[in-house]
Structure formats: C-alpha cells, structure tokens
C-alpha cells in the first residue's frame, strides 16, 4: 500500500479523457477557496454552447438522503456576465439574452456543515458534493440536461483533491462527465488527507483519511480490501474501474453516503479502540461499499436518472437500505472481518428492539419507505408508536427472506442470486426496476410465489415469525437472563445537563400515568436523580409496585404516579444448536461462513 499525494494520480486510475468538443451545451465549473476561514467557496461556471436563454438549478436534495436540504441557500452574490438573469424561485436561475451560446455566471457559496452529505470548508480541509454546490443545466422537462460537465478545483495552498470522478489529460485538478447525474454524485474531498491504496481484480481503491483519532489506518485498509473482495467473487467482478473511500474521522462524525464509485463514512474520532466499536464501523465501511450494487445500479427508477427538484417517492428503500443493512453483517462475517458470534449477535440486537416497538403494528415496509422524506427523515418522539424504520425492519425482513428463499429452493438459491440476477436485469445504466417489480425477481429465484409474505410482512404489519431462519440454518433464539426486570416505558435524553423524559412508550406505564416528551425529571420517590444515576435507581424497582416521579413540565413542578412494570431480562441471543442436521449445516456454512 502506497501513500499517494493525490488521488487523481496513481497507477491504475480514473480513465483519462482528452477534451472532447461539445455535443451539446459545456459548463465548466471552476471552484476555488482563497480564505477557507470563511466556509465560502467562490465559484464561476462557464457556459458555451448554450441556448439564447437556460435555467441552471441547484439541487433540493441528495441521493441517498431523503431529506429536503435546499443546496441553493448557501448562495450569495449571483452575478451574470453575457446574458441576463432573473431567479425563478429558490433554487433556479434563468439566464437569458445569451449571443452565441456564451456567458458565465459566478457567486459565493457558504459552507459549514460537515457531514458526509453537506458542504464544508473550513482551515483543515473543504468537502463538497457536486449536488450541493454545483447546479445543472436544466432540459426542457426541467431535468438535467446531457452535456459536458467538466469541473477545475483551485485548492488552498498546499492542499489536494481526492475524488472519483475521471480525470481531464493533461489540466491539473479538472475532471470530466457528460452526466450530471455522475457529477452530482461526486464527492470532493480538497485538503491534506492522507491516502493509502489497495488493489482488488487489478482495480485501485484509495482510502482517503480526514480528520484524527485512535484508528489503525492499515488494519481499516486491509479490512476494507476483505470486504471489497468478497463481495466482488459475489457479483462476478467490480462495475467500476476506481474506487475511492473517503473517510472523515472528527469527534462530531458519522453517518454515510454512497456514490457510484465512491462513498463517505464519518466515524467519531475516538470510537476506534474498543472492538464493538471498531466492528460499527468497518460494518459501516461494508454497508456503504455494498451499495455500489444495491441503490447506485439496483434502483427503482425514481431513483436514477434523478429530479432533485422535490421529494421522489419509492415503496423499495426498505431493499435499497434494509437489504443493506442485513447485507452489511454477512459481508464481514464472509470476508473473515468478524466472528460469527457478532454477526448473530447484530441481528439479535436489531430483532429485540424492533419487535418491542408499538410502531411495527402502525407502519408497513412500503409505507416507512414511502414516507422517508416526512418520518424517517423528520422522525419525532412519537416515531417509536407509528412508525419504523426501513433499515432496521428491512434488514429484519432480509433475514427472513434469504431463508425463504434456501428453504425452498433445498439450499440451491438464496438472495445472493436475487441480487445477483436484479443487477443483471436493472443494473445501472440500464433503467431502474419498476415499482413492485422485485417481488417477481425474487419469486422468479425462488420458483414460487411470496404472495402472502409480501402482503403479511411488506406490504402488511404481521408480527414477524423467526421459525424459518432457526430451521434454515440450526440457530436458536433465547434470553441469556431469564425472569423479568422493572419496565417504566420511556427514554430519556440529557439537555442542557438536565434529564427529560424522550419518547413514551405507547403500551408502556409512563403513557398509562400521563408522562410527557421534554418532562424534565427531578426526582424518583422523593430523591434527586440524574442521568448517571437514572437507570441504576430503575432497576432497582419492582414490578408491579408503585413509584412517584416529580418533573418540571413547561416549569411547572408536577408528579407522575407510575405502576412498575416489567420486561424480559437480559438480552436475546442468537446462536447455532450444538446439533444441526447436515441441511442445516451446509446452509449455516454457505450463509456466514469466511470464503
Ligand atoms: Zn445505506
């Protein structure tokens, strides 16, 4: 592994184009940031080939956040030269009186949200997303136009550029695309990250390091080319030739995003020592690099070519992100990155909590995917009563279904070959998959029909039944306490130093006594309690008496009188019998074993 000053240089890289002459329209994006102490990017777009009069239009949104984020109100100072300009509404420029096709346009755009989905620039470094500060040429149905986008990146002094996007021969720091799609899609990471390289299938990946903490560089790299690996023998190949991972690591990191050929993963700079940890994180490396297949290619239509005008529906995030999500553990576990044991013990953890959530009878699979932009996206207290959330019952529904699938089939196909034969059939650039079209994929892998689990379990609210998995693969699922422990039925968060009572539990005590989200607790039977001491002086109770809590609601003093009430002790364990049948071995090995 080579430490590389650029990212855009190296041995097997982005492909190389040499200009071509522009088919239609050109903008040629030129960013620079001559004072990053002001989160301001100065930008100028250079158009030839234009129409008399054009709208360039700055996203409202991302790929793979489904949330309204506005990149068009970080602008300021707007100016035209060669035509004139008027703003349309929020987010889209009209230009008009252009003579022979040609005028640029320059503003300053503001930057100071770092995450792995929002423009920042700052002294240490600047990151932007070509949907976040670089508009599109807008066709006539008010979608990107094809053209020739072609972006130059003028870094502070000293930094570099770390992106995916194919380099322009011969001009330093410019890259090109005839795609907008592609070019919004790109994240740009400008500063002096440290790069190390891999090499998988004679294919570079760069790892790009921003940022500081207690992380071993090399066992992340050699982690990640594990990962890469073993899903690559799974799909046959790599659909990319360069792969870039960008990694910010500050103490107020985390999160994902994945691109077509790259992603970004943000992880609290000093989350790294502790192996559970580490484990969320390199899971977190597996999830967004699975994406490469499922979401960049597999996608429903909605999803590619994008209108980032508004919010886009799709019934299918929950395979997008829950077949993730359940993916994302079996990659680890294959590439030899964990053990076995946290594998089961993920998917336990996310069966406990999701089937206890009073929201798994309200919402469906469908509707949470639907509705990300509104609930998911802007989940409230109350989310835990009416809604959940399609990664985490996606991935719950993933595991059912893969065993599905290898119970009958005899444990010849699994939703390996699903996913598989979707990115045959609808991988990018082909067109996405029509709504509703994967449960035919998998009834086609599978040979028979799914009826009844889609209209119970995706479409439906049925309490999900683990039977099938236990049987597939020789699991058992139990409690490692047995008995109960006192339940009051709410969280708590901390604000300001005080504790509050967060989302109330439906069906749970503190709902039956009247408790409220924000209710600022004092006292626990007649005596102070504080966050550290909260959870010890609950446990402590017994099921079935009484306790007074005393709050400040809106700074009024009241009291809560709660009857205690009880939940299963200890934690749900997932964990092979110590006899399983032949079927059930073979099985559990093909599923999690290392390849
Ligand atoms: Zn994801």
């Known amino acids: 592994m080579a430490d590389r000053s650029s990212t855009s240089a190296g041995k097997k890289k982005p492909v190389s184009r040499s200009r071509r002459k522009p088919a239609g329209p050109a903008l040629h994006y030129q960013v620079s940031m001559p004072d990053p102490a002001s989160h301001t990017f100065k930008v100028e777009i250079t158009l030839t080939g234009a129409a008399d009069h054009c709208t360039l239009a700055f996203p409202a949104w991302t790929p793979g956040s489904y949330k309204l984020r506005e990149f068009g109100k970080n602008v300021s100072s707007f100016k035209a030269t060669g035509a004139k300009f008027e703003m349309l509404d929020k987010q889209r420029y009209r230009l008009s009186g252009i003579k022979g096709g040609n005028a640029s346009v320059s503003f300053d755009y503001y930057a100071d949200e770092l995450s792995v989905r929002t423009p920042h620039l700052d002294d240490s470094h600047g990151f932007f997303l070509g949907t976040n500060v670089l508009p599109y040429l807008e066709d006539i149905n008010a979608m990107p136009a094809k053209g020739d986008y072609t972006v130059s990146i003028k870094p502070f002094k000293g930094w570099k550029v770390a992106t995916s996007l194919p380099t322009v021969k011969g001009k330093p720091n410019t890259w090109h695309t005839d795609d907008y799609d592609v070019l919004g899609d790109t994240p740009f990471e400008v500063g002096t990250h440290e790069v190390l390289s891999f090499s998988v299938r004679g294919i570079k990946h760069d790892v790009a390091f921003y940022g500081y903490g207690n992380y071993d560089k090399k066992r992340i790299v050699e982690d990640t080319r594990k990962i890469v690996e073993v899903q690559a023998r799974n799909f046959g190949g790599l659909p990319y030739d360069y792969y870039l991972f960008i990694h910010h690591m500050t103490p107020d990191s985390g999160g994902g995003l994945e691109h077509l050929n790259s992603c970004v993963c943000g992880w609290p700079s000093w989350n790294f020592k502790k192996e559970e940890d580490y484990q969320k994180f390199i899971r977190l490396v597996s999830h967004e690099f699975f994406h490469v297949w499922n979401v960049k290619r597999i996608r429903p239509a909605i999803l590619g070519p994008f209108d980032y005008s508004s919010e886009q529906h799709t019934k299918a995030l929950w395979i997008m992100e829950g077949m993730t999500q359940y993916y994302e553990r079996l990659w680890v576990a ?16 996310t069966i406990d909590r999701e ?32 809604g959940v959330s399609y990664y985490s019952r996606g991935a719950q529904v993933g ?3 893969d065993a599905k699938i290898r119970n009958a089939t005899d444990g010849k196909r699994s939703l390996d070959d699903v996913m ?11 067109p996405g998959f029509p709504e509703g079209a994967w449960e035919e994929l998998v009834e086609e ?39 109960f422990e006192p339940w009051l039925g709410f969280t ?9 009572v967060g989302a109330v539990h439906a069906e749970g005590p503190a709902r039956k006594a009247g408790l409220q989200p924000r209710d600022e607790i004092l006292a626990l039977d007649g005596h102070k309690v504080h966050a550290k001491t909260f959870e010890d002086r609950v446990s402590e109770l017994k099921p079935g008496s009484d306790c007074t809590l005393t709050l400040f609601r809106r700074e009024k003093l009241v009291e809560g009188c709660l009857r205690v ?7 749900l364990v997932l964990r092979p019998r110590k006899k399983q049948s032949p079927t059930q071995r073979r099985n559990y090995r093909k599923w999690l074993a290392k390849r």
């Open 355 to 386: 089937d206890n959530r009073p929201g798994r009878k309200v919402m469906s699979l469908e509707d949470s995917s639907w509705l990300a932009w509104t609930k998911l996206y802007m989940a409230d207290e109350n989310f835990l009563n009416t």
């Open 334 to 349: 294959r590439a030899g990155v964990c053990d076995a044991d946290t594998v089961l013990k993920a998917y336990a953890e």
């Open 565 to 571: 009430g009880r939940q299963p002790a200890g934690k």
């Open 420 to 430: 598989r034969y979707a990115a045959k059939r609808y991988g990018w650039p082909k």
């Open 445 to 483: 892998v599978a040979g028979q029909k799914f009826t009844r689990f889609w209209n119970d379990h995706v479409k439906g609210t049925k309490e999900l039944n683990y039977d099938e998995v236990l049987e597939c693969y020789g699991l058992e699922m139990s409690r490692d306490k047995e008995g």
């Open 492 to 500: 708590t968060s901390s604000k300001g130093g005080h504790l509050q």
């Open 399 to 401: 595991l059912l279904l």
